[in-house]
């Protein structure tokens, strides 16, 4: 146990363990020290000195973000000197900032933008100095504006810590500093898998999904479009707090949004994971009991994690499961399965994937696969953020919208579906549904509680009749090298594998933490929002793949079988190696 | 073949040079000798000891003599040269004596051999600390002896020692922080090609203290001759079974590697330089935890300067007591500076803590070389403070030069005179830290480059009166709310100057005036028409023909065009340009 301390904040006195920090203590006693680079998910990187206070009796000021308190101390958080020194940091963060927050992706939703108006600065203290850098905008998911970057260091971090991809890094030194790839190239020709955690965390709109709402609008007023939406599981869980909700899921609220933005038709992602499921259990079982191709498996939901693949781990390129991403899925089924039965020309339908994702973007012209219904299958990705936007945009008011139901055939979804959205959840719906496929019975606890949660790998062991099965599961790409390390040493040693199957997502906390998702994530909304989810498959009737009846008849009127010859045509791809670096 | 040379200069800058005048006398007293054929007399130019009349260098021997008379000639030649003996009332002294603890070997030894090292007591330290002290009676040695880091804070280092030492923990790591950047400053430089060997031995030391099996050298690659000679004292160490396996038969192993820098100044400050070394972008960290609880590669790690780890070796061999004896109540021992600027005798000083500013500048190294009064001395480097002529009577040690505004800093020392400008001052050494500023904290990277910005206009003359509450108020910020000591100090030159010379910002700002002449928007360059004789060599000289008139009428420059470059003031040979 920790030792606790005794020390007083602003005259309170308190209590805390030994090691909690200045800025955590004072939230204790009720105290909200101000600040800006420090992000809840990272630690402190302790560069834009604003939460500075003082220790009576030393000279010094100390961040509190990351100095932990200690025995004695009498800490002073607000008194008129710090508060004029953090008011000239700002100011002299805003003098090498645009101030065109009026045109900013970020307007309203700008951590420096709030912190100026919490301080009441109205005019510019200092002479204005911005260099003039170029936006980046090569990714087709995330652009990168370095004048309006603060050099927090959050999308550093995350970048090389958390997502242990390493596309950027600071650049020069004083004011040149700046945040670029390394060796100042195009950030799509860096090690980027554009999962967008850069854009989630970063303050201001340095770092922005690449906006594509005016796509969307311009197909939607085209009187000779045919617009079809979906709506990824995440979403639906998200979308409210931009409207004052946290762990609430909107699925129902979502489709007569979608319907009043003038969609034609609304699908929803949740029935493409079915689907998703069927292929990817077929190919497990396949490789279970036939091993026709190694094990383990690999999920490949994720195109942030497939990019990853491609470009660090080329080996394990025969593990992973060849199905596409559940939108790619639902975008090539709109323009052939339903378009031939409501005899639309698919060369009219306009197809729109709502994600929590800016990878998606970038997805979805990815290779000529994406192209598999003889047009490009997804047309326009929107991610939560711009969702939101639309709506404000539309002049609709969320909150007394009626909950209306999706549309048929490629919709109603079974639970597994909807939980794809989080960690953990493609291989818990692919058990479900893999547990009929190897043993035909079915389960009596669909539950697979084991790969719930946010722990960064998951690893344990389960049964499917009498086959003991080892399973892991990481979110989060900096926990992908320990599960994929170990399979590595396996399989150049010829030794047994350490796991049957394994799922990963690139975000944190998968799809509801995603890049695109709501901006000031924290662990505490990402269990929320998955929460949400879990309950939505619990409150459903059918809760595996295979039961969903609408599946059933996709197979029986359009696909066959699952991983037949249609299937293998529309819903499966090739990997192939990618260079770390594009010269 | 001559034997002997004789260099002759008049260093009386105040009457008309008598060099020729001695030099014809002498000769013709050694053609009436014998020894005529084996002593050569060369005058040269400068001599290294100014105000000082008359002054003799005797080569191979070094003996200076100063205010030399012809009537001294005689015995110069009779005794000196003849006999050998030298002349007491003649020898040049100076007048306050240095203290080499540190510099003991320095010039003396042959900086690459370790024999030479061991013959003058090296290594033995080392012997005692391993065979008598052991490491609790090491580290209360050196608590004794009360030294300080002399990289700049003065952070005590007996306790740095003790956190490392108590901390648990297999792997453990030593640091000699060779980084030295402080413009003007090469104390550390000195040592390390000087004597190699007493910074190795300080290190070995301070490993055996904390329990560390690792050591590393970060010295800046812009040092190659330091690099070269730390590389064959480590190997030197090696062979000598100093370093290694069972450092001189005991259970106790080392070994040491060298890591370049590649001259950011900011790798200086303890955090960033472990960065560095693990191969990141150097950029510090917040503190705590400190290295000696989580630094290189998350292991306690302890940090010294050159200058610190080449003392440890005299204070085992001599007692802590014996150091503790030297310098002040709280700053203990001795302290190298390099002393600069407009000094006569330029170069490094060391001097006992408590010794006065005016003792090392005036009597040590001979006041102004212009002979104009000194106007301020600047401590500490970019991080430092200027400290009037008013104060000069301090005496040095930490906590006096920081109740000044100024620092210990690392030892850079640089003298002003008049024609020293107090806004041009700090506008270089905030230059300079802006230049270095790594970038990852605001305050800094933006503080700093503000107040740049402001002290440049003051030096143009745009300054407007608001401008001293902006500096005021950034210097404020950069000193509470920087990350590291690079930013928390870089204000101090700003702060130091407008403490005791914001006559002159005034100046500046509200008449338009650089008082000592320096800031060139600031100057106004006229002709003196009763002293010019015409020659019109200014006329030729002026880069952007801003100079009209001819030899009739005389000439005048046009203030629209001039650039204020100076050139006709320099070449004007009877002071008929006025500079204003």
Known sequence: MKKIIQAKINGILLRVEEGTTILEAAKRVQIKIPTLCKHPDLPPSASCGICIVKNKGSHKMLRSCCTPLEEGMDIITHDPEIVEIRRTVIELIL??????????????????????????????????????????????????????????GRCVHVCQELQDVWALSFLERGMKTRISPAGDIQLADSPCVRCGQCSA??????????????????????????????????????????????????????????????????????????????????EFEDRLLHGRRPLPLITTCCPSWVDFMEKFYTDMIDHFSSCKSPHEILGVLSKTYYAEKNKIDPSKIFMVSIMPCTSKKYEITRNDEMFASGYQDIDTVLCTRELVRMIKQAGIDFDSLPDEECDSILGEYAGSGVIFG???????????????????????????????????????????????????????????????????????????????????????????????????????????????LYQDDDQKQVRCSHQNPYIKRLYKEFLGKPLGEKSEKLLHVHYKARPVYVK | MYTKVILVKDTDLKREDKTREFYTHLLDYLRGSNLHSQIQVVRVADIGVYDKGLVIKILPDKIIYCNVQDSDIKRIVDSTLDQGKIIEDLVFKLKAKQHRLVLRNCGK???????????????????????????????????????????????????????????????????????????????????????????????????????????????????????????????QAYDFGLLGQNILGSSFNLDIEIRLG??????????????????????????????????????????????????????????????????????????????????????????????TLREIVMDICGGTLSGKPIKAVQTGGPSGGVIPEALLDTPVDYENLQKLGSIMGSGGMIVMDEDDCMVDIPKFYLGFCVEESCGKCA???????????????????????????????????????????????????????????????????????????????????EIVEDKCKRCGLCVINCPVQAISGGKEEGYLIAQEKCIKCGRCFDVCKFKAISKK
């Open chain 1, 95 to 152: 003098s090498n900032h645009p101030n065109d927050c009026l045109k900013c992706a970020r307007n309203n939703e700008c951590e420096l933008q709030k912190l100026t108006a919490d301080f009441g600065i109205k005019e510019e203290s200092f002479p204005q100095f911005l260099r003039d850098l170029p936006i980046d905008r090569s990714t087709k998911a995330v652009d990168l504006d370095p004048k309006k970057c603060i050099l927090c």
């Open chain 1, 201 to 282: 965390h970063c303050p201001t709109g340095a770092f922005v999904e690449q906006d594509h709402t005016a796509q969307a609008w311009k197909a939607l007023q085209d009187p000779d479009k045919y617009c079809v939406v979906q709506i990824a599981p995440a979403v639906r869980v998200s979308i409210g707090e931009a409207f004052g909700y946290t762990g609430k899921n909107f699925t129902k609220k979502l489709y007569a949004l979608l319907r009043r933005l003038g969609f034609n038709a609304v699908f929803d992602t949740s029935f493409a994971a079915d689907v998703t499921i069927m292929e990817e259990a077929s």
């Open chain 1, 422 to 532: 989080a960690t953990g959840g493609v291989m818990e719906a692919a058990l479900r549904t893999a547990h009929y496929f190897v043993t035909g019975k079915e389960l009596k606890k669909v539950e697979f509680e084991n790969v719930r949660g946010l722990k960064g790998v998951k690893e344990t062991e389960i049964e499917i009749g009498a086959k003991k099965l080892k399973i892991a599961v990481a979110h989060g790409l900096g926990n992908v090298e320990y599960i994929l390390n170990k399979v590595r040493e396996a399989k150049n040693n010829g030794k047994e594998m350490p796991y049957h199957f394994i799922e990963v997502m690139a975000c944190p906390g998968g799809c509801v933490g995603g890049g695109g998702q709501p901006y000031m994530v924290t662990d505490e909304l990402r269990i929320k929002r998955a929460q949400a």
């Open chain 2, 109 to 235: 030894i042959n900086p690459e051999s370790i024999e030479e090292y061991i013959a003058c007591g090296g290594y033995l330290g080392l012997k005692k600390v391993l065979g008598e002290l052991g490491q609790q009676k090491l580290i209360e040695e050196i608590k004794l002896s009360g030294i300080r880091g002399r990289g700049g804070a003065g952070y005590p280092t007996w306790m740095k020692w003790n956190f490392a030492r108590e901390a648990a923990s297999t792997e453990k790591f030593v640091i000699c922080n060779a980084d030295e950047g402080d413009p003007g400053a090469y104390m550390d430089r000195s040592i390390l090609e000087g004597d190699p060997h007493s910074v190795v031995e300080g290190l070995i030391i301070a490993a055996f203290a904390i329990g560390a099996p690792k050591g590393y050298f970060y010295i800046r690659a812009e040092y190659p001759l330091a690099v070269e000679r730390i590389h064959k004292a480590i190997k």
């Open chain 2, 262 to 355: 590649a001259g950011a100044f900011v790798c200086g400050e303890e955090t960033a330089l472990i960065s560095s070394i693990e191969g990141k972008r150097g950029t510090p960290h917040p503190r705590p935890p400190y290295p000696s609880v989580k630094g290189l590669w998350g292991k306690p790690t302890v940090i010294n300067n050159v200058e610190t780890l080449a003392n440890i070796p005299v204070i085992i061999s001599n007692g802590g007591k014996w150091f503790s004896q030297i310098g002040t109540q709280a700053s203990k021992g001795t302290k190298v500076f390099a002393v600069t600027g407009k000094v006569k005798n330029s170069g490094l000083v060391e001097i006992a803590m408590g010794a």
């Open chain 2, 443 to 525: 305050p800094c990277r933006i503080g700093g480059f503000q107040m740049l910005g402001y002290l440049k206009k003051i030096s143009e003359g745009k300054g407007v009166a608001d401008d001293l509450g902006q500096l005021r108020r950034l210097s404020l910020a950069m000193q509470k709310a920087s990350l590291c000591g690079l930013g928390q100090t870089a204000s101090n030159p700003v702060l130091s100057t407008l403490k005791y010379f914001e006559h002159e910002y005034n100046e500046h700002i509200l008449n338009k005036r650089c008082p000592a002449g320096k800031c060139s928007n600031l100057v106004t360059y």
